[in-house]
């Protein structure tokens, strides 16, 4: 099945700084890479996503780019500010079994220094 | 527009007492539907998932087992809650289909 690694665990940045997130995924026929944030107590949230067809895409501040032949997958932020401040989850699809599951990163502790 | 809902949000029960925690999904048919479990500062843990009604697929053995008695009605239980089971649930649908997965607000389960 996928196997999903992230790094790094914690990120500190200055306002105004760019953030970058990497992921690495295992299985190669993984076509479907999402991005969640999640503030404290609160639920994940899609940010952006990426499919297989696509090497980059963007969304004002966010953009994700894919390298399918190295199989790793990283979201950008540019002109971090405070409330960018959450913890990031990447995601692979996992097509084993041809089922709709995602396979999560261990997460990414983004702070945002002022 | 579809939406998600979980209750409560919030739980106290002490070790040894059963569980049931409800999802519920409008404004769309044949979702998929997906428990998690995200210990606290961790990160998602899949225990069970379903692509219609009593199909149920488990990720990890344990205590915990889940229900799907409607389309759009996702449970999960356990007759006998451990320490352990302490954790922010989360219930997330997707599309038939598709695997964009949008999360519900989740439960804070604590057991004492």
């Known amino acids: 099945g996928e196997n999903v690694e992230q790094h790094p665990s914690t990120l500190s940045v200055q306002e105004g700084d760019s953030a970058v997130i990497k992921c690495t995924y295992s299985?190669?026929?993984?076509?479907?890479f999402p991005w969640y944030k999640q503030e404290l107590g609160k639920r994940p949230q899609l940010i952006i996503d990426?499919?297989?067809?696509?090497g980059e895409k963007k969304d004002q501040r966010i953009a994700v780019t894919l390298n399918k032949t190295a199989k790793h997958f990283s979201l950008h932020i540019t002109e971090t500010q405070p409330e960018d401040s959450a913890v990031y989850f990447c995601?692979?699809?996992?097509?084993?079994?041809?089922?709709?599951?995602?396979?999560f990163g261990t997460g990414t502790r983004l702070q945002v220094f002022p | 527009s579809q939406t998600i809902h979980q209750w409560p949000a919030t739980l106290v029960q002490p070790v040894g007492s059963p569980l049931s925690l409800e999802c519920t999904v409008e404004?769309?048919?044949?979702?998929?539907l997906y428990w998690y479990r995200q210990a606290a500062g961790r990160g998602l843990q899949l225990l069970f998932y379903?692509?219609?009604?009593?199909?149920i697929s488990s990720e990890v053995p344990q205590n915990l087992s889940a229900s799907r008695p409607q389309d759009r009605q996702f449970i999960l239980s356990s007759k006998k809650l451990l320490l352990s089971d302490s954790g922010f649930y989360l219930c997330?649908?997707?599309?038939?289909?598709?695997?964009?997965?949008?999360f519900g607000p989740g439960t804070r389960l604590t057991v004492l």
């Open positions: 997330a649908w997707s599309p038939r289909g598709t695997d964009t997965q949008y």
């Open positions: 404004g769309t048919s044949n979702p998929n």
């Open positions: 995601a692979a699809s996992d097509l084993t079994y041809n089922t709709d599951k995602l396979i």
């Open positions: 990426i499919r297989s067809n696509v």
């Open positions: 379903s692509v219609g009604i009593g199909q």
């Open positions: 299985d190669s026929a993984s076509n479907y």
